[in-house]
């Protein structure tokens, strides 16, 4: 079964940092595009953050680009988004979600995303 479990979300204050981690099983990650989406209450999800296999191409929503740093361990099956000087707008349920297609580049784009995590909430509030 293809599963990817999303950890470290949490409570944390403005200017904060948290490191939240994704561990895919199932299938190899190696194999697999990653990306990090975001849903805050009464909005549509959002891309955040995403990396392609092989290269290591990364990508990043303009709101967040300098402020928080997606990674990958194929030898760990984990993906991990580091996020640092939070704001309380990114308060948000964070997804990781794998595309299963090679592509030379990574896009934050939900439709080419076929398998996604139960999501682990952020909360940046003082």
Not at 27 to 49: C, H, M, N
Not at 53 to 80: C, M, P, Q, W
Not at 84 to 89: A, F, G, H, R, V
Not at 106 to 113: A, F, K, N, R
Request: proline share 4%.
């Amino acid at each position: 079964q293809q599963q990817l479990v999303e950890s470290g979300g949490g409570l944390v204050q403005p200017g904060g940092s948290l490191r939240l981690s994704c561990v895919v099983s199932g299938f190899a990650l190696e194999d697999y595009t990653v990306a990090w989406f975001r849903q805050a209450p009464g909005k549509e999800r959002e891309g955040v953050s995403c990396i392609s296999r092989l290269y290591y191409y990364t990508d990043y929503a303009h709101s967040v680009k300098g402020r928080f740093t997606i990674s990958r361990d194929d030898a760990e099956n984990t993906v991990y988004l580091q996020m640092n000087s939070l704001k309380p707008e990114d308060t948000a349920v964070y997804y990781c979600a794998a595309d299963p297609l090679y592509r030379p580049i990574c896009m934050i784009t939900q439709s080419l995303y076929d398998l996604w995590g139960q999501g682990t909430q952020v909360t940046v509030s003082s």
